[in-house]
C-alpha cells in the first residue's frame, strides 16, 4: 500500500506551497497521519500531524503559524498548507500513516507507512 505525496517544487522565500498525500480509503481514514520532512545531511523530523478524526493536529515549532495540515477522508487526502516559507523549509516531505497510536506522534516509529516523499526547494 503506497502512499503518494505531490505537491512539491520551487518556491521563493515567503511563498506559499501545498502539499497532497493520497492514499486508500482503508489507510487515509483509519489512522493518524503525519508530514515530516529530511533536508540534505539531516536527520528526518516531525513536521505536523492530524489525528483520525481531524479533532486534534500538531506542529513542530517551527512551522507553527505557518503551516497547516489537513484532511479529507471522503477525498482520501491529507494535505499541508505551507506559507510564509523560508529556505530552511528546504527538504525533501514525507506523509506517513501511523500504526495504531493514540494519537499522531512526532517519532518516526510510530508510522508504519511512508509516502515517495516530495521535494520543496525555497529560494531567497
Known amino acids: 500500500v503506497q502512499l503518494q505525496a505531490s505537491g512539491g517544487g520551487l518556491v521563493q522565500a515567503w511563498g506559499s506551497l501545498k502539499l497532497s498525500c493520497e492514499a486508500p480509503r482503508p489507510i487515509i481514514s483509519s489512522v493518524h497521519m503525519a508530514w515530516f520532512r529530511q533536508a540534505p545531511g539531516k536527520e528526518r523530523e516531525f513536521v505536523a500531524g492530524?489525528?483520525?478524526?481531524?479533532?486534534?493536529?500538531y506542529y513542530a515549532d517551527s512551522v507553527k503559524g505557518r503551516f497547516t495540515i489537513s484532511r479529507d477522508n471522503a477525498k482520501n487526502t491529507v494535505d499541508l498548507q505551507m506559507n510564509s516559507l523560508k529556505p530552511e523549509d528546504a527538504a525533501v516531505y514525507y506523509c506517513?500513516?501511523?500504526?495504531?497510536?493514540?494519537?499522531?506522534?512526532?517519532?518516526?516509529?510510530?508510522?508504519?507507512?511512508w509516502g515517495q516523499g516530495t521535494q520543496v526547494t525555497v529560494s531567497s
Open positions: 492530524i489525528s483520525l478524526n481531524s479533532v486534534s493536529t
Open positions: 506517513a500513516a501511523d500504526g495504531g497510536t493514540t494519537y499522531p506522534r512526532p517519532q518516526q516509529w510510530a508510522y508504519e507507512r
